[in-house]
């Protein structure tokens, strides 16, 4: 079983956040293969189904965005599934917006969303894909930034990103990580092969 994680802060105060793009993504892929997300064990949401022939699990913590690894270390460990079918999706202020990066592994990269999942899984060495948001303006704090809406001239950028993060994920469930990385890491994407 193939498992997505999307990060981002529950509650309505902080929908539609920059730092919950993740949840937003995996929301959209949720709303594509209409599947439902319903109250889980381990502090989180999930939706259960299939893309293609794949099961997926599709969860999005509850836990905050700095304590996301308290759901996801024991939801990964109970799943005994491998690292390999576990795919992070997350902001990243040292992307442009409009830019996604797909990696096998990696570091933390300051996220604190990644960094408490690499330290409850005890490795970094699962996949993510990481959305930009671009940095603040200098007369921003990071935090007031991140925790803020997307622009109205950012909105067809942010709708545009989204729509690739799906055919992204898509992907990888049907390709693997190295595929997804070939088509989705440049600024312009070809679309997905569906099964």
Same mark, same amino acid.
């Given at each position: 079983m193939k498992i997505i994680v999307g990060l981002g802060n529950p509650g309505l105060r902080y929908r539609r956040t920059r730092h919950n793009f993740g949840f937003v993504v995996v929301g959209a892929l949720a709303k594509q293969r209409r599947l439902r997300f319903r109250r889980g064990r381990y502090q989180c949401t999930r939706a259960q189904g299939q893309i293609g022939k794949e099961r997926v699990l599709l969860v999005r913590p509850q836990?905050? @965005?700095n304590a996301s690894g308290r759901c996801l270390g024991p939801l990964f460990r109970q799943s005994g599934g491998s690292l390999r079918d576990l795919m992070v999706v997350c902001d990243d202020v040292n992307l442009d917006l409009g830019r996604m990066r797909l990696r096998r592994s990696g570091t933390a990269g300051g996220h604190k969303g990644l960094e408490s999942i690499i330290k409850h899984l005890g490795t970094s060495a699962f996949p993510r894909l990481?959305?930009?948001?671009?940095? #603040? #303006?200098? %007369? @921003?704090? @990071?935090m007031s930034y991140v925790l803020g809406v997307f622009r109205r001239g950012e909105r067809p950028l942010v709708d545009e990103v989204l729509a690739r993060a799906v055919q992204a994920l898509e992907? %990888?469930?049907y390709h693997g990580v190295e595929e997804a990385m070939n088509r989705f890491n440049s600024p312009l994407a070809t679309s997905v092969d569906k099964p």
């Open positions: 836990t905050y @965005m990481r959305l930009g948001v671009g940095q #603040p #303006p200098e %007369w @921003m704090d @990071m992907t %990888w469930v």
